[in-house]
T-cell receptor, first 112, second 116 residues
Framework: SQQGEEDPQALSIQEGENATMNCSYK?????LQWYRQNSGRGLVHLIL?????REKHSGRLRVTLDTSKKSSSLLITASRAADTASYFC????????????FGTGTRLQVTL | NAGVMQNPRHLVRRRGQEARLRCSPM?????VYWYRQLPEEGLKFMVY????????ESGMPKERFSAEFPKEGPSILRIQQVVRGDSAAYFC??????????????FGPGTRLTVL
């Protein structure tokens, strides 16, 4: 079964708008990570948030983590066409970093 | 500082042939992970290796698939007697250590395997 499930599956916005993606997971974690994948390319690590953190910022990215609800959100502010990609949340299985479980991703389309 | 390198980027095989996928981790990284991604899906963990050791192969099919990470040279994911269902993108990731139990995995560009 999927450890991470992203919502929505697809999101289309205009340049300059904010994009919010959500991720839910099932088991206890010690960290949650967000990755971006451009079409036909590998994954790029965006941000890692630990279980004892509630919010983290990196540039135009803001990630929140609610361990009581087993959910996380990724906010991209002032989106750009270059942000068009699929975004995945990933959690380490069994509390270790040895393997990551990915959700099915949110496909973000940013139009001019 | 080169990132994770994978080759080939694209591989076409006929049913029954063998596929060999190579992964060179980032310099200084001793942990390698292989993942498989089917179209429109997320990545699925296959195997985790350190130099000369398979640490976790719980995501790898028991038959036809094998992986190695020798003392010298790249990590190899080998698929014998490929079938159409093996068509997917195979990604390799590497990390430097598990110090503190948390480490970022850096991904390669992937190998897209097509089985005819």
């Amino acid at each position: 079964s999927q450890q991470g499930e992203e919502d929505p599956q697809a999101l289309s916005i205009q340049e300059g708008e904010n994009a919010t993606m959500n991720c839910s997971y099932k088991t206890s974690i010690n960290n949650l990570q967000w990755y971006r994948q451009n079409s036909g390319r590998g994954l790029v690590h965006l941000i890692l948030i630990r279980s004892n953190e509630r919010e983290k910022h990196s540039g135009r990215l803001r990630v929140t983590l609610d361990t009581s609800k087993k959910s996380s959100s990724l906010l991209i502010t002032a989106s750009r066409a270059a942000d068009t990609a699929s975004y995945f949340c990933a959690t380490p299985v069994g509390g270790t970093a040895s393997k990551l479980t990915f959700g099915t991703g949110t496909r973000l389309q940013v139009t001019l | 500082n080169a990132g994770v390198m994978q080759n080939p980027r694209h591989l076409v095989r006929r049913r029954g042939q063998e596929a060999r996928l190579r992964c060179s981790p980032m310099k200084g990284h001793s942990h390698v992970y292989w993942y498989r991604q089917l179209p429109e899906e997320g990545l699925k963990f296959m195997v985790y290796l350190q130099k000369e050791n398979i640490i976790d192969e719980s995501g790898m099919p028991k038959e036809r698939f094998s992986a190695e990470f020798p003392k010298e040279g790249p990590s190899i994911l080998r698929i014998q007697q490929v079938v159409r269902g093996d068509s997917a993108a195979y990604f390799c990731a590497s990390s430097p250590s598990l110090a503190g139990g948390v480490d970022t995995q850096y991904f390669g560009p992937g190998t897209r395997l097509t089985v005819l």
